[in-house]
């Protein structure tokens, strides 16, 4: 996630289907014109959905970006 302002975080979870920003199992750490980039890595899945919480702090506008990468070094967006 990048801020175009303001100051968005993002909370991402797989197990909880409402994260929030007390129940989520990795949120964004940066801060200011440094894009947030949160990973995750699956083993033995075939599909796993991950839900997005996007809290913004103050009046706030972010773009997301989300990239797949498989075994074989491809790259999905």
């Not at 197990?15 to 949120?27: A, L, Q």
């Not at 894009?35 to 083993?43: A, G, S, T």
């Not at 839900?51 to 706030?60: P, R």
């Amino acid at each position: 996630m990048t801020a175009i302002h303001g100051d968005p975080d993002m909370f991402v979870s797989s197990k909880t289907p409402s994260p929030s920003i007390w129940d989520y199992e990795k949120r964004s750490t940066n801060s200011g014109i440094f894009p947030d980039i949160i990973e995750f890595e699956l083993y033995n899945s075939t599909s796993t959905t991950y839900t997005v919480l996007v809290k913004g702090w103050v009046d706030s506008k972010y773009s997301i970006v989300y990239f797949t990468h498989t075994n074989n070094g491809t790259i999905g967006i």
